[in-house]
T-cell receptor, first 115, second 111 residues
Framework: EAGVVQSPRYKIIEKKQPVAFWCNPISGHNTLYWYLQNLGQGPELLIRYENEEAVDDSQLPKDRFSAERLKGVDSTLKIQPAELGDSAVYLC?????????????FGAGSRLTVL | QKEVEQDPGPLSVPEGAIVSLNCTYSNSAFQYFMWYRQYSRKGPELLMYTYSSGNKEDGRFTAQVDKSSKYISLFIRDSQPSDSATYLCAVPGGSNYKLTFGKGTLLTVNP
């Protein structure tokens, strides 16, 4: 079974340009997460979806970041316009969303460099 | 106060050494604790988790929770160069469906 698939793996853009990242979660996983990981830091949650509903987006900078999960499967994270400080790895993860220990499965990440 | 704090390292050990990685957490209500391993340019992958307190062993890896001191540890016995990675502790901060991660400890095992 394929894991969490993310694309693109690497993206280099000029500041003020838009960028979008795509994520395909594990089949059957209702819960999808976007995390941000800066160099030398642990992942930090940006947004969490339960099916197609964003249930936790308190850490998403809504002035420039947006996300969607149409039909409750794939998800897209967009930044417009990008700033130098947005250079980081954007990780997508999914989980079954069941009670007990919530095990997240991560994708390989999309590494963004803003010049 | 952060929900979880982790010794950042980095840590460099010779092959065969015993490695100890540590985190502290703030909320005594947390019931499970996870360790993720992240290789360079890869996403984190679950290594193991413990539920409540005590020890859990999986091969060369042992996860330990001390709820009285809010301290979690990961021990690696007979460390191998293939164990070289960043190790992240995680707790269910805020809700059962959200994980909050420590900063990670970069481990290098030298042959």
């Amino acid at each position: 079974e394929a894991g969490v698939v993310q694309s693109p793996r690497y993206k280099i853009i000029e500041k003020k340009q838009p960028v979008a990242f795509w994520c395909n979660p594990i089949s059957g996983h209702n819960t999808l997460y976007w995390y941000l990981q800066n160099l030398g830091q642990g992942p930090e949650l940006l947004i969490r979806y339960e099916n197609e509903e964003a249930v936790d987006d308190s850490q998403l900078p809504k002035d420039r970041f947006s996300a969607e999960r149409l039909k409750g499967v794939d998800s897209t994270l967009k930044i417009q316009p990008a700033e130098l400080g947005d250079s980081a790895v954007y990780l997508c993860a999914s989980s079954p969303g069941t009670a007990g220990a919530n095990v997240l499965t991560f994708g390989a990440g999309s590494r963004l460099t803003v010049l | 106060q952060k929900e979880v704090e982790q010794d950042p390292g980095p840590l460099s050990v010779p092959e065969g050494a015993i490695v100890s990685l540590n985190c502290t957490y703030s909320n005594s209500a947390f019931q499970y604790f996870m360790w993720y391993r992240q290789y360079s340019r890869k996403g984190p992958e679950l290594l193991m988790y413990t539920y409540s307190s005590g020890n859990k062993e999986d091969g060369r890896f042992t996860a330990q929770v001390d709820k009285s001191s809010k301290y979690i540890s990961l021990f690696i016995r007979d460390s191998q160069p293939s164990d070289s990675a960043t190790y992240l502790c995680a707790v269910p901060g805020g809700s059962n469906y959200k994980l909050t991660f420590g900063k990670g400890t970069l481990l290098t095992v030298n042959p």
